[in-house]
């Protein structure tokens, strides 16, 4: 008995220094730079484009970033040559449904798009405990959780879960429980066209006041120009939806001077018009003129907010449409970067190929400054410094 009980001994002592040396390895690896070099680099800035550019990685953050001959590779990097290709910032869609699943996120992260921001909690609960898991995935879109909806009557059709507000009390206890329980920003409903109560601007602004001293953001619904007044007013950080009437010159100058973020989601009204429930006949003119004064625009699809389907993957479509509405390449790539972390709260950590950012990067045959499809011809996908598609 003495014996068998040395030999286990024994077994599980090797087993642990088995698992010791696989850990020691695992990271050793980690902090192995991984360096990428030779391709076109479109940070997301803005910036002009450098061509044969060098980016390093250290855990998962960019370390080092420019040209070739200003960029020192660290010894002992993995070093992968571009050949070439683009280096982008992984695109942001910042509004989608139904991404608490794990076959949707790894489309996404594979096509190119590492964050996604889901604005309706599904399923309405123990949502967050769920986006946590599934953030544990590198393979994974990351996952950004608005929670329940808060409204004081509209709610659309299919919605999973409303949280129901009509005095400013409410909102603040509401808002300050959302946020307690894991949200990582709130969605309030500004809709005054279907018949149903409409919030108040005390109300909204009492929801914007109480994430905002949290550090949080606020997106607000609407689909009319008259309800973007209100989103003004209370100071909300991106509107959720291009307006469906034509919007008033006087009224886009007051979006852009209030530095709102404008998330236009052409997909889903595009969606709703082929099948004659709703006209897109004022979508790109009012998207080309906000654009034109000067507007911060997020890339948005509202995937999975309609019953037609929608493009998994890198929105092409939506790129497209906002293309022809008469956005740049380059300010495309900025709305889909720099602008959809913005409005994700993720600005200071995501967007942008800049030094000390979290490595989510887009590698792609061809420039797509010159050709927007360059965008689906993926050659490698990084997301947190782990190469999730090569």
Known sequence: MKKKTQCKLLGLSLIGLMMFSIAQSASAEGKQPLVLRGGVLIDGTGSSPIEDAVVVIINGRIVEIGPKTKVKIPANSRVIDVNGGSILP???NAHVHRAYNPYRLQVWAESGVTTVRDLAAYPPHSSYEMRDNLNKDPGNARLVAAGPQMTAGFVPRGYPSSVFVYTVEQARAESERILREGADLLKIMLESNWGNQVMSEEVARAIVETAHRQGKKVSA??????????????GVDDLAHMALDKV?????????????????????????????????????????????????????????????????GMPMKEIQWMHEAGMSPSNIIISATKN???VCGLGSELGTLEWGKISDILIIDGNPLKDLTNLTKVKLVIKGGVIIKE
């Open 90 to 92: 992984g695109f942001i």
């Open 221 to 234: 619904h609407i689909s009319l120009s008259r309800d973007i007044e209100t989103a003004v007013n209370v």
């Open 248 to 312: 008033p010159n006087e009224l886009i100058k007051k979006v852009v001077d209030a530095g709102i973020y404008w998330t236009p989601t052409i997909e889903v009204w595009k969606g709703f018009a082929s099948q004659g429930i709703l006209p897109d006949t004022y979508l790109l003119d009012n998207l080309g003129r906000f654009a034109k004064a000067g507007g911060k625009v997020a890339l948005g699809t509202d995937y999975g907010g309609g019953p037609f389907p929608f493009e998994l």
């Open 340 to 342: 959809a972390a913005e």
